[in-house]
């Protein structure tokens, strides 16, 4: 089993930066796994907001973000892997919860869709103020 804890959500004026990290544990296998970060907003389907490959070589973000949002992961701990999801020139519509996800089968194309990720945590809430 793989436990997945994400922190560094909260509430930020619109054109701030937030950082919200996840860490992964429960397996060392974990840090083969290739990570997402989603977002669901009230009444929205939950959606992929960037996703990076166990390597850290490949990146995916949704158009809404790029050039906004970076991921990227630390698998130095043999524990645990973190992966971190930096947001600047943060939006009103940024505004969600967002969830971490871990894929936990090995393949070279990076997954988009909820229904793809075997692993997640609670949640995170972000709010960015207008």
């Known amino acids: 089993q793989v436990q997945l804890v994400e922190s560094g959500g909260g509430l930020v004026q619109a054109g701030g930066s937030l950082r919200v990290s996840c860490a992964a544990s429960g397996r060392t296998s974990s840090k083969y796994y290739a990570m997402g970060w989603f977002r669901q907003a009230p009444g929205k389907e939950r959606e992929l907001v960037a996703a990076i490959s166990w390597s850290g070589g490949s990146t995916y973000y949704a158009d809404s973000v790029k050039g906004r949002f970076t991921i990227s992961r630390d698998n130095a701990n043999n524990a645990k892997s973190t992966v971190y999801l930096q947001m600047n020139s943060l939006k009103p519509e940024d505004t969600a919860v967002y969830y971490c996800?871990?894929?936990?089968?090995?393949?070279?194309?990076?997954?988009?869709?909820?229904?793809?990720?075997?692993?997640w945590g609670q949640g995170t809430q972000v709010t960015v103020s207008s």
């Open positions: 996800a871990a894929r936990a089968v090995y393949d070279t194309i990076l997954r988009t869709t909820p229904a793809e990720y075997d692993y």
